[in-house]
């Protein structure tokens, strides 16, 4: 039972990695800030050095 929840609670944090949820979360610690829109358009900006992200459709 053990390594089955090992198993998921790995799962879970590379899903996190994967979707930028844990370095978001890391943004905010580095830079005091609270999860807010404004503090999410700032990480998106650091991340992807000030270019807005192409949209698909």
Same mark, same amino acid.
């Given at each position: 039972? &053990?390594? +089955? =929840?090992s198993a998921g609670a790995t799962f879970i944090a590379m899903l996190r990695?994967? #979707? $930028?949820?844990? /370095?978001? &979360?890391? #943004? +905010? =610690?580095?830079?005091? *800030? /609270?999860?807010?829109? /404004?503090?999410? &358009? $700032?990480? +998106? /900006?650091? *991340?992807?050095?000030? %270019?807005?992200?192409? %949209?698909?459709?």
């Amino acid at each position: 039972m &053990r390594k +089955l =929840q090992s198993a998921g609670a790995t799962f879970i944090a590379m899903l996190r990695e994967i #979707f $930028d949820e844990s /370095a978001y &979360r890391r #943004f +905010l =610690q580095r830079t005091g *800030q /609270a999860p807010s829109r /404004a503090s999410y &358009r $700032d990480f +998106l /900006a650091q *991340q992807h050095g000030g %270019r807005p992200r192409p %949209r698909c459709c």
